[in-house]
């Protein structure tokens, strides 16, 4: 018989977060879930009062989150896979964002991950295993306007993933950067902060708009098998994209930047480093 695991979602009371805690707990796994408003979550605590815990947590927090990640341990013992789902979105042009909105943004999406994973780790190092999935988003590689902040939050979670994947390896601890297609999670309504927008960017703003369209992109749900069978993997891969059409745009995008990389080629050698 299969032990349940433990899981620690952040984010867990709306979009994937729920997605992924609804999955775990109908495979008969136990859940930590993390949020910061998680009366969404009393109901389906409700129907597993044995198997889920929600936790009210503000990951910005460093505090709270050391504070909560210990008290996620205690509940059912240990932790298994430790999801950093928590996030939101940043809606505007760089010119437009006010110096708060560029640090609250952050503090959720790059710096409230960065939090999770230090607090866990003296967890997992001492039972000797764990998963931490980090995700990030499929345009993590490359900024696109309006959403730059987004995208630099994801790069960086990235790029700060694949130094602790390397850093924790040797304990019996396993990193992934799940990079996430689009889903219909409420990102762009309930997870959206927006900039005051600046007339000079309205033809741009209207070209976007009829490049998105109005798809808001298949249910969280979708993506949740996935992320089960991923953290049941021995050698879990380091990166993942969720979703076959991002997967695509994922290598349209790296062949178009290797294209213009080798086409400039012949600047870069003119310098010797």
């Given at each position: 018989m299969t032990t349940a695991r433990v899981w620690f979602i952040t984010g867990a009371?709306?979009?994937?977060?729920?997605a992924f805690t609804e999955a775990a707990l109908a495979a008969g796994d136990r859940v930590v879930a993390a949020a910061r408003n998680t009366e969404p979550l009393a109901a389906l605590a409700d129907a597993y009062p044995d198997a889920l815990v929600p936790l009210p947590l503000d990951v910005s927090d460093r505090r709270a989150v050391f504070e909560g990640v210990d008290r996620?341990?205690?509940?059912?013992?240990?932790?298994d896979v430790v999801v950093n789902n928590a996030g939101g979105l940043l809606y505007g042009m760089v010119e437009e964002a006010s110096e708060e909105q560029i640090r609250?943004?952050?503090?959720?999406?790059?710096?409230?991950?960065?939090?999770?994973?230090?607090?866990v780790l003296p967890h997992l190092r001492a039972q000797g295993s764990g998963r931490i999935l980090q995700v990030t988003s499929m345009g993590a590689g490359g900024g696109m306007a309006s959403v730059g902040f987004y995208g630099a939050g994801k790069a960086a979670l990235s790029s700060v993933s694949e130094a602790l994947a390397m850093e924790v390896e040797p304990f019996g601890i396993k990193v992934t950067v799940v990079e996430m297609g689009g889903y219909d999670t409420g990102l762009f309504t309930q997870g959206t902060t927006a900039t005051e927008a600046l007339p000079h960017y309205g033809p741009l703003r209207a070209e976007l708009a009829e490049m998105w369209g109005e798809e808001a992109g298949p249910p969280p749900s979708t993506a949740a098998p996935v992320i089960m069978e991923l953290a049941a993997l021995p050698e879990p891969p380091r990166r993942l994209v969720v979703g076959g059409r991002s997967y695509d745009q994922v290598q349209e995008l790296n062949r178009a930047r290797a294209g213009l990389y080798q086409a400039w080629e012949a600047l870069s050698r003119k310098a010797p480093g």
């Open positions: 009371s709306r979009g994937l977060g729920r996620a341990a205690a509940a059912f013992g240990r932790l609250a943004h952050l503090d959720v999406n790059l710096f409230g991950a960065v939090w999770v994973a230090q607090a």
